[in-house]
């Protein structure tokens, strides 16, 4: 069972041995499409004189940068989040011992939600003004853009520069967003859409001799599932260009679509949506969102997983030989750091089903019986 050790720093300066005795726990939460955000609880108390000590403004001031990064056994560090304090929360009370401050801090994406403008681009794609844009900000070290789209005669952003994005992004089926780099103090602008394969997380097994997860829930709304349509008016010819997507215009993740069998809704672009010469490209974004039918949401027994779970990528659930298990893409992870224990919950979806019948993982439904020695250390 891997052992966990998580490093803190304040700009780029490392915690101390004394600063870190103070965390009581870290909690991380990643969400697809949202800011990160890290809650770092610590211990407050008061001197002889009655007066506080160690008050979270002596430790970093606002916007100033914490980055939090996590090891697992032997691999690496993998940084769990790298942005400005958003925030400080204080729980006082008058019995020693019981008083907490706690840093909030959220990813670099909210710098980038800071100054709303209206701006013109002209004969730009997508994919060209998304560079622009994340290029403005020091803090954007690179960048990972796939090519969207064809340019268009002018695209109007009234908003912050990460709410524009967001929004070329959906009319695609992508995703803006920022994650953590390599370096401290520095993140990676990334326009991109859902991944196409898995990149080596190991799988989340719920029954039998590999058992890592400790409880999973399933949820089926089989109303989401459906086609998009819309039309476009071209004013110079006085042309309409129609275009409709469903489910079998995706690549989904498992073999068997959603609904087999059974018609899907069908849905129109809602006009504020249908703004492209090539409807087309909207309705594929549109058909994308509705297709995630199946939600998962589960947690992991502490120390029987190796590797450290985020949004955007996409891991294999192990749920006998229900037609849900298979890959799932990871909407939202919570990370869960005390002195004592790391826990990890999560949030996945998935498009479509398996070919039911698939055997049970080893081991049958009859559970397991863990002998559980979790264990955390600090540098």
């Known amino acids: 069972m891997p052992a966990a050790a998580f490093r803190l720093y304040f700009g780029e300066r490392p915690a101390t041995a004394e600063e870190l005795a103070r965390v009581d726990e870290i909690t991380v939460e990643q969400e697809a499409d949202m800011a990160w955000e890290a809650r770092i609880r610590m211990t407050l108390c008061t001197a002889p004189d009655g007066r506080w000590q160690h008050r979270p403004d002596q430790l970093a001031a606002p916007f100033s940068r914490v980055r939090i990064e996590l090891q697992l056994g032997s691999a690496g560090f993998v940084a769990l989040i790298d942005g400005p304090v958003a925030a400080f929360e204080h729980a006082l009370d008058s019995l020693p011992g019981r008083s907490s401050a706690t840093l909030v801090v959220r990813d670099d994406s909210v710098l980038m939600n800071r100054s709303e403008a209206v701006e013109t681009f002209e004969n730009r794609s997508d994919e060209a003004i998304a560079r622009e844009l994340f290029g403005r900000f020091a803090f954007i070290a690179s960048t990972r853009i796939e090519a969207a789209g064809s340019a268009r005669a002018a695209v109007v952003r009234r908003g912050s520069e990460i709410a524009f994005l967001r929004r070329l992004a959906r009319a695609h089926g992508r995703h803006a967003y920022v994650l953590p780099g390599s370096t401290r103090g520095q993140s990676v602008g990334c326009f991109l859409p859902d991944p196409s394969r898995s990149d080596g997380l190991p799988p989340l097994v719920l029954l039998g001799s590999g058992r890592n997860l400790t409880e999973l829930e399933l949820h089926e709304d089989s109303e989401a599932p459906g086609s998009s349509s819309g039309r476009t008016l071209h004013i110079v ?131 397991l019986s863990v002998s559980l020695s979790a264990s955390l250390s600090i540098f």
Request: hydrophobic share 35%; aromatic share 6%; net charge negative.
């Open 237 to 367: 010819d006085g042309q309409i260009q129609s275009a409709q997507s469903g489910p079998r215009d995706l690549t989904l993740l498992r073999p068997l679509p959603p609904l087999a069998g059974a018609s899907g809704a069908s849905r129109l672009l809602r006009p504020e949506d249908d703004d492209r010469d090539d409807p087309g490209e909207r309705t594929i974004g549109d058909a994308r969102q509705s297709a995630w039918a199946y939600r998962a949401s589960g947690k992991l027994v502490a120390g029987c997983y190796a590797g450290v779970l985020a949004p955007y990528r996409r891991v294999p659930v192990e749920a006998g030989d229900l037609p849900l298990s298979g890959e799932w893409l990871i909407a939202k992870v919570t990370h869960h750091i005390t002195p004592s224990v790391y826990t990890q919950q999560f949030e996945a979806l998935a498009d479509s089903l398996n070919e039911p019948g698939a055997p049970a993982p080893d081991g049958g439904a009859g559970g």
